[in-house]
């Protein structure tokens, strides 16, 4: 996998590697110097959160003086719910955008966050997204609401972690989970009391036994410190791969000069690529590390899973009679299924 994954991202990185050393002439001291603040949802010290650093850090340093970009951690300057029409006002000017926050207001959002047991793997995501197109539908979407749809990635895979074992769909019964999007939905749909909060305000829900559990990216079982109260890890995934996102103001995108706009977009790939790989690393310091924290992986059963794929195949079905941008989408996504082995 590893190997396919430097198929992908290579190329790319290369290039902006090229044009962030090159492009930019060297200015003089007078130059303008554009602001921009990054809202993140991610938490100060968590693994994602060091990667976006590294990023903004590397386009600034990069920028010959001209950019200077500030990461803001999560809900800092406006709850993550706000931060389309954010950027829309350009209050912000760059965000992690997860388009599962944000259904009701660009529907296309569902399909970029993904379903579960559509992607299997990062590879998948890479390959859906870039070589079959389904980023352009959603560029185009987001475009509409006065936003220019950035960047994706392959995170982890998203996991179900709990305070109790979770084997079967008559457990599932009841069971108080944060989830999001949806996942949500699909939980709600089979049983699932489901709750929604910020990563920032878990540990203590699921110490006061507010949540029993949390289906999210693998990394935030360790970033969040879950392990200590949640011990149940369960397998398997219910994404192959999660698939966060990043877009940009177009108001602020607009007034940089044309060949600082052409370096910022040019950046695309390279913050792809920390943040996939960087998840990588931290996704298989999680799985070795269960043992030392007393915490154990349990296999679902087949009922708990199949209901879960049938629920999530009805949802992408549900898509096509939306739009017709949405359509096209779903006959993507199918397409991409039936390539992999997916779907019959």
């Avoid at 579960?116 to 959603?138: A, C, H, K, N, W």
């Avoid at 108080?176 to 699932?192: E, M, N, W």
Wanted: hydrophobic share 45%.
């Amino acid at each position: 996998m590893k190997r396919q994954l430097v198929k992908y991202w290579l190329p790319p990185v290369l290039a902006s590697l090229f044009v962030a050393l090159l492009a930019l002439p060297l200015e003089a001291a007078q130059t303008k110097v554009y602001e921009w603040k990054f809202q993140t949802n991610k938490t100060p010290g968590s693994s994602m959160y060091n990667a976006e650093k590294w990023w903004v850090d590397w386009v600034n340093a990069h920028s010959s003086g001209r950019l200077k970009i500030t990461l803001y951690p999560a809900g800092q300057i406006v709850k993550v719910d706000d931060y389309i029409n954010a950027l829309r006002g350009n209050l912000i000017q760059i965000a992690t955008t997860w388009g599962g926050y944000y259904t009701g207001y660009i529907p296309e959002g569902g399909l970029q966050a993904g379903l579960p047991m559509i992607v299997r793997s990062r590879t998948d995501v890479q390959y859906l997204f870039y070589d079959l197109g389904l980023i352009e539908p959603i560029r185009e979407a987001f475009a509409e609401k006065g936003v220019h749809f950035y960047a994706i990635n392959s995170l982890g895979p998203i996991m179900l972690w709990s305070k109790r074992p979770i084997k079967t769909l008559a457990d599932f019964k009841g069971f108080k989970v944060r989830a999001s999007g949806d996942v949500a939905k699909i939980f709600g749909t089979i049983g699932a009391s489901v709750v929604s909060l910020p990563h920032e305000e878990s540990f203590t829900a699921l110490q006061l036994g507010t949540i029993e559990g949390y289906a999210t990216p693998i990394g935030h079982y360790k970033d969040l410190k879950h392990y200590e109260v949640a011990k149940y890890l369960m397998t398997p995934a219910i994404q192959g791969a999660s698939i966060d996102a990043w877009s940009i103001s177009r108001k602020a995108l607009d007034e940089l000069p044309a060949d600082l706009r052409a370096y910022v977009l040019a950046q695309e790939p390279i913050l792809n690529w920390i943040t996939t790989w960087r998840s990588e690393m931290n996704d298989q310091e999680v799985l070795n590390s269960l043992a030392k924290w007393n915490a154990q992986a349990i296999p679902m059963a087949e009922d708990l899973q199949a209901a879960i794929t049938a629920e999530s195949l009805k949802m992408l079905d549900s898509y096509s009679g939306r739009s017709a941008r949405l359509a096209k989408m779903v006959e993507i996504t199918k397409r991409f299924m039936k390539e992999r082995g997916y779907l019959r």
